[in-house]
């Protein structure tokens, strides 16, 4: 196997599931890449996050001290389960390597490690700065994420420049994806035993015109809302939760709810456009007890960089060198870069694989677009503001 590919095989074989997922956390991913960088003479710098978890950052000097670029990718993996495949046995078959994380995100991980490496060991340093940051928890809460620009903030310099993101994009380069809003409607009852219903008041009923309200807005989305990268905001019920007992008339009743928010709309918007609607069905239905949990259970607002940006401008043109798709895209799912880019660097997303495969039951990446992505992180360092 070639080098990056090596190093892919070993990340995978690495267990690294997000702790809110049942598993060990980064841990040991955090070791294996000091032990990999420690190879080539470059240092690491480890920023606890979370108890026993830690962003990694590597520095590599560049001609200008005082610009940088980051290149940032996630540590941790979701779970395991339900995989039709050994999760930790990175086998490679019809140029395809197989395993938990491969697609999402270690792939990617690898790439920008053997373009770091490269860097280090090519004699020739890059026009500015290079900080590579593999961060903790992308997986559940984003609190590496939050971490690395506390960190970057504290150097008292300036942000970087701009940044590339690594997660599975097929090798395009992706300048806008939807935000996330997640929380829970609740609708309230009264208990009674279940032999006289008519003394209780039952909240799962109450909760059916609330699924159509919720129904006819994701309905009236598909049809209104629109964006030329992403297409539609969307919103979808997840999760219903209600009742303690068979033989109770439930007094609780909950849905969770997933909406994917397009660049422009804050969550707080949605939110209260959602309290105005139920203020018109509590009007219809005059015993109804219904709210929305405030805060939400999580709020990513969506990110959009201007295709004249010289982070898309570069990253489009290098792709173009190497002579793959350069026009600039949008996707659907939500990652790091979304906070990068609030906090004020401009940012774009790229690497191998396909969504479509990440969190599989049989997740694989293709081997060539692993080593074309080397090839790609490697360029645009070189090419950014030069």
């Known amino acids: 196997m070639s080098p990056v590919l090596e190093t892919l095989a070993a990340l995978v074989r690495i267990n690294s599931v997000n702790p809110e997922w049942g598993g060990p956390g980064e841990k040991e991913m955090v070791a294996h890449l000091e032990r990999s960088f420690a190879e080539v003479d470059l240092e690491t710098i480890t920023e606890e996050v979370l108890p026993g978890r830690s962003n990694l950052i590597v520095r590599v000097p560049g001609r200008d001290p005082h610009r940088c670029v980051l290149l940032e990718a996630h540590l941790d993996t979701v779970s395991v389960a339900d995989m039709t495949i050994p999760p930790f046995d990175p086998v490679i078959s019809d140029g395809r390597l197989f395993g938990r994380g491969a697609c999402d995100v270690k792939g990617g991980l690898a790439a920008m490690m053997q373009a770091v490496r490269d860097l280090a060991e090519s004699g020739t340093p890059p026009p500015c700065e290079v900080i590579f940051a593999a961060v903790i928890d992308e997986e ?14 504290r150097r008292g310099r300036p942000l970087p420049e701009a940044a590339v993101v690594a997660e599975p994009t097929e090798l395009r380069v992706v300048r806008a994806n939807k935000g996330v809003l997640r929380f829970r409607v609740i609708t309230r009852g009264k208990s009674a035993h279940s032999a006289k219903p008519h003394l209780g008041r039952n909240a799962i009923v109450a909760m059916a015109p609330v ?44 849905v969770s709810i997933d909406r994917r928010l397009l660049p422009g709309e804050s969550g707080e918007f949605v939110l209260d456009h959602l309290e105005n609607l139920l203020g018109e069905l509590r009007a219809d ?53 979304t906070k990068l880019s609030r906090a004020g660097i401009p940012s774009v997303i790229f690497g191998p694989g396909s969504i479509d495969q990440a969190h599989g039951a049989v997740e694989f990446v293709e081997t060539a677009q692993v080593e074309k992505a080397v090839e790609f992180y490697r360029d645009f360092v070189f090419n950014f503001g030069s």
């Open 140 to 153: 559940h809460h984003y609190r590496g994420v939050t971490a690395l620009i506390e960190w970057l903030r």
């Open 285 to 337: 239905h005059p015993d109804l007890e219904v709210e929305i949990e405030r805060p939400p259970q999580l709020v990513d607002e969506a990110m959009e960089t201007p295709v004249d940006s010289p982070v898309v401008a570069t990253a489009s043109a290098v792709l173009k060198n190497l002579g793959e798709n350069a026009e600039p895209v949008g996707v659907p799912f939500g990652c790091d870069c």
């Open 211 to 254: 699924i159509e309200l919720l129904d006819r807005e994701a309905a009236r989305l598909a049809r209104e809302s629109d964006h030329p990268l992403l297409g539609p905001a969307t919103l979808s019920i997840g999760v219903i939760e209600g009742g303690a007992q068979v033989n109770f008339v439930p007094e609780h009743c909950a």
